[in-house]
């Protein structure tokens, strides 16, 4: 045993301690930690794993240690953190021995807190290695157990099964217990696909084409991020159903485009790239250093065509004439319900009440845009969330209180073809099991003439 590795398991339960704590977003703390600590890869892997995993089973591994520690209110957060991280790796990783597992989570107690703590913890593993864990198949309501197997909150199982039925639901809940992959955008103004791969490869990546997205690329081994390539504007990091979105606007040549919610700029400089560096996309998003992003993306790219500004879009109307826009993209700000594989934490902190608030701005964001746009126009409304509440309920309310729109079912022929048989009028539910992808939604209208 390493010191390496014991560390990695004190610094795993130090990030989970500290995602609760400070109700932080576990990616941009894994990465910082990830920084500070400057771990080799493998143990980069392993802090992952233990991270990501503990934190999408959090239910699963509560339900399992329930039994073994008692008068639980009292133990120090650390201690369940501790438990809970040991127990995942005992329950569910085949390569790490739990005599070693176990060893390593009483030692992390001797230094933390102190003897007694270090015999509970061995006491409680220890009685689970040898009862072994208790049954989910006790639970008899489904949603309830399928809330346990998968660890989704059972408010928002219900919601999902009541939307989509218990079927779509549980392989949507089973999927987001797994590792998405990275994902990226080719720059096609700078490099055909082909040519990428051929770059990558040479670099020691294990590169796939997407099947989906004819400029779109996935890493099967390797961080696309750390890449010279991406330094040279080669590609942007992006999951693959938000480079839809770009296709659905269809922007031509020469066009006067608004990205109203534009940050970091994904969205942006793919619908620039599909404008081959003509015309204009002008990217808006309320906080500067978000704004600062798009400002780096666009240079990293090459892509000229893209103006920033620091706005509020609810209050868009005081910068821009009335009917100015070719196009308007509003990807809405939302729960992100679709993106749970990248954020596990989030499944513990959003609520009924936040999807109600979200879907109050999300009308708002509509109402203020939408008067820009020309006759005839294209507007996208897009969120990376799986619920109707902030999807379909929202773009039929607006369309209720906005009669010179309709639906644009014409859409469908701008998609990529593998994409093509999911749509059915004028908008598109991708669920995260569908291509495996994150969650996200689309619908296309039109201003009529």
């Not at 597992?101 to 992390?108: D, G, N, Q, S």
């Not at 720059?187 to 990546?205: H, M, P, Q």
């Not at 999807?355 to 020309?374: A, C, G, M």
């Amino acid at each position: 045993m390493t010191s390496t590795i014991k560390n990695v398991r004190a610094i795993a339960m130090d990030i989970l301690v500290a995602i609760e704590k400070n109700q932080s977003y576990s990616n941009l703390l894994l990465n910082s930690t990830i920084e500070k600590h400057d771990l080799s890869a493998k143990d980069v892997g392993l802090l992952t794993e233990l991270t990501y995993g503990t934190l999408q089973r959090r239910m699963a591994l509560d339900f399992y240690l329930e039994p073994f520690v008692k008068d639980n209110k009292k133990l120090a957060s650390w201690v369940h953190h501790l438990l809970r991280l040991t127990l995942y790796q005992m329950v569910y990783l085949d390569r790490i021995p739990d005599r070693a597992a176990i060893y390593e989570a009483v030692e992390i107690a001797k230094s933390r807190g102190h003897k007694g703590i270090a015999s509970l913890v061995n006491g409680v593993l220890r009685s689970i290695q040898r009862e072994g864990l208790p049954s989910m198949e006790d639970v008899t309501d489904p949603n309830k157990r399928l809330s346990l197997e998968t660890s989704h909150p059972e408010w928002l199982i219900t919601r999902w099964v009541n939307q989509f039925g218990y079927q779509k639901t549980k392989e949507m809940c089973e999927i987001n217990l797994t590792a998405p992959l990275q994902t990226a955008r080719v720059n096609l103004t700078k490099v055909s696909r082909d040519e990428c791969i051929a770059i990558l490869e040479e670099d020691g990546f294990q590169i796939e084409k997407s099947p989906i997205i004819p400029e779109a690329i996935r890493s099967i081994k390797g961080n696309l991020a750390s890449t010279i390539s991406f330094k040279y504007g080669m590609f942007t990091i992006q999951d693959e159903s938000s480079m839809l979105a770009a296709y659905a606007l269809g922007a031509e040549p020469n066009e006067f485009i608004l990205d109203a919610c534009a940050a970091p700029g994904g969205k942006s400089t793919h619908i620039a790239e599909k404008m081959n560096n003509t015309g204009e996309v002008i990217s808006v998003d309320l906080h500067q250093h978000k704004v600062r992003l798009i400002n780096d993306n666009a240079k990293r790219l090459g892509l000229e065509n893209i103006k920033t500004s620091v706005s509020d879009s609810r209050k868009i109307q005081e910068k821009f004439q009335t009917e100015s826009f070719d196009r308007i993209l509003l990807d809405a700000p939302c729960s992100g319900l679709g993106v749970m594989r990248r954020k596990p934490d989030m499944k513990y902190t959003k609520t009924e009440m936040d999807i109600q608030r979200l879907s109050t701005i999300q009308q708002d964001l509509l109402t203020s845009v939408t008067p820009l746009l020309k006759k005839g126009g294209i507007l996208v409304y897009s969120t990376c969330t799986v619920d109707k509440e902030e999807n379909e309920f929202t773009v039929k309310t607006f369309l209720q209180n906005n009669p010179q729109f309709e639906g644009d079912a014409s859409f469908k022929s701008r998609m990529p073809e593998a994409i093509q048989p999911l749509i059915t009028g004028f908008d598109l539910q991708i669920f995260p099991q569908d291509i495996g992808s994150d969650g996200f939604y689309i619908a296309v209208l039109r201003k009529k003439v």
